[in-house]
């Protein structure tokens, strides 16, 4: 994994995505240590909001927004990523329990400490990213977009646009449904979280694939891979979109890249998002128990 982020710099990448979340912390340690040589070079993100402390349970930890314990879990990410200022530090869930004024307060702290450079919010409602913006502007908000999930063009979209934030879309690529390389007997191992997202259960999968057989049509009239289209069809809908697709192989990450270089005319993105708009989308996001932990 540090070759793989190694060769992502070495190819230009200057923003990496973490979290305490991640691998409980470990996920950090390697972000920081692979990225050590390269201070000044490169962004970091990381995030806080759940209580890691709490004994192992199925699914999620619980939720953790207090200002005491953003500023605890900021002094272990510094450490962990070896750094003095956190670039991007995002809440990585809404925590109902704890007035998002309160956290943007403890942000401001933070940033006001030289702690923190920016506050964003994940998967955080229009109210909520209006209420924390009046308290500490939010720099960016990073909720799940993609060609299969399109929601975010008509909820946040025009908020983003005239609050000036930027959209980081998690699962450019649909958690790799949209690369193709997924079909509709596909088995995944025990451990995939894929198993419980109903998105991806086979009686849905099927359906689903409509949106992968548009992207290869047009892929293949232009050159490119079906992950490179779903990509550049998200950095063709506004300028101030950065979607962060994750790999571990570096051949994914080159192809990936390439994204960067597919170019589609306004009228080649609108035919693409004209015909995925008449495909219909079966199966939530996420399991019942991870689905209440969007804020909307």
């Given at each position: 994994?540090?070759?793989?982020?190694?060769?992502?710099?070495?190819?230009?990448?200057?923003?990496?995505?973490?979290?305490?979340?991640?691998?409980r912390t470990t996920n950090e340690e390697l972000v920081g240590g692979?990225?050590?040589p390269f201070r000044g070079k490169v962004a970091i993100a990381t995030k806080f909001g759940f209580d890691l402390s709490a004994p192992p349970r199925p699914g999620l930890p619980p939720l953790d927004s207090r200002p005491a314990h953003i500023r605890e879990v900021a002094e272990a990410s510094l450490k962990r990523l070896r750094i003095e200022t956190i670039d991007l530090f995002y809440q990585h869930r809404v925590d109902p329990s704890v007035p998002i004024e309160d956290v943007a307060g403890a942000v401001k702290e933070l940033i006001q400490e030289g702690k923190v450079r920016?506050?964003?919010?994940s998967e955080a409602g229009v109210d909520t990213i209006r209420r924390a913006h009046r308290v500490q502007p939010v720099t960016a908000i990073q909720n799940e977009y993609s060609l299969w999930w399109r929601e975010p063009e008509e909820t946040f979209f025009p908020v983003l646009e005239e609050l000036g934030i930027g959209l980081v879309p998690y699962s450019p690529l649909g958690k790799g449904f949209l690369t193709g390389t997924i079909g509709a007997d596909t088995q995944f191992e025990a451990s995939d979280f894929r198993n419980t997202s109903p998105r991806f259960a086979l009686e849905y999968r099927e359906t689903n694939l409509a949106f992968v057989e548009l992207l290869k049509t047009v892929a293949t009239q232009k050159g490119c891979t079906t992950a490179q289209l779903a990509l550049a069809w998200i950095l063709a809908q506004r300028p101030w979109i950065v979607p962060i697709p994750g790999?571990?192989?570096?051949?994914?990450?080159?192809?990936?890249?390439?994204?960067?270089?597919?170019?589609l005319t306004p009228a080649e993105?609108?035919?693409?998002s004209e015909a995925a708009s008449k495909l219909r989308v079966e199966g939530h996001r996420y399991s019942e128990s991870a689905q209440r932990l969007i804020n909307r």
């Open positions: 994994m540090i070759k793989v982020i190694h060769e992502a710099v070495d190819r230009g990448v200057t923003l990496f995505d973490t979290a305490e979340m991640y691998g692979a990225l050590a920016y506050f964003g919010l790999t571990t192989k570096v051949g994914r990450l080159e192809e990936n890249l390439g994204a960067a270089d597919v170019k993105g609108a035919k693409i």
